[in-house]
């Protein structure tokens, strides 16, 4: 499973480099981001990173990516003894559209512009 924050107004993802596993959600999320014209960043994300984007209220969103789990909301997370409640605890948004989308394509509920749906015969 991948990490995925919404800080700023901008999805921010650790960067592959060895021991963050590439993944078909992972390139999904980012290419639907970018696609509804979210800036998307690749870069190192530290733990006081995200402390500090916590504390001044930019730290808006938080979900993990992979296979099985698709689209996972993050309502806390912890560090130490330090708790952070991710907005009000509950799916954000982008988290939320992300998942209906990429469901919705899988299930064929929701049209595939992108030619992500194959025919197993």
Request: aromatic content about 6%.
């Amino acid at each position: 499973m991948n990490i995925m924050f919404k800080i700023n107004g901008k999805i921010v993802t650790p960067m592959l480099n060895g021991s963050i596993l590439p993944g078909i959600t992972r390139n999904s999320v980012l290419f639907l981001c970018r696609q509804w014209g979210m800036e998307v960043e690749e870069r190192k994300v530290s733990v006081d990173e995200l402390i500090e984007a916590q504390k001044n209220g930019t730290l808006e969103e938080v979900f993990g990516t992979g296979t099985a789990a698709v689209i996972s909301p993050v309502g806390k997370l912890r560090y130490m003894d330090e708790v952070m409640t991710i907005g009000d605890g509950n799916i954000g948004p982008v988290t939320q559209k992300l998942y209906d989308t990429i469901t919705g394509i899988q299930t064929g509920k929701v049209e595939d512009k992108y030619g992500w749906r194959v025919r197993a015969d």
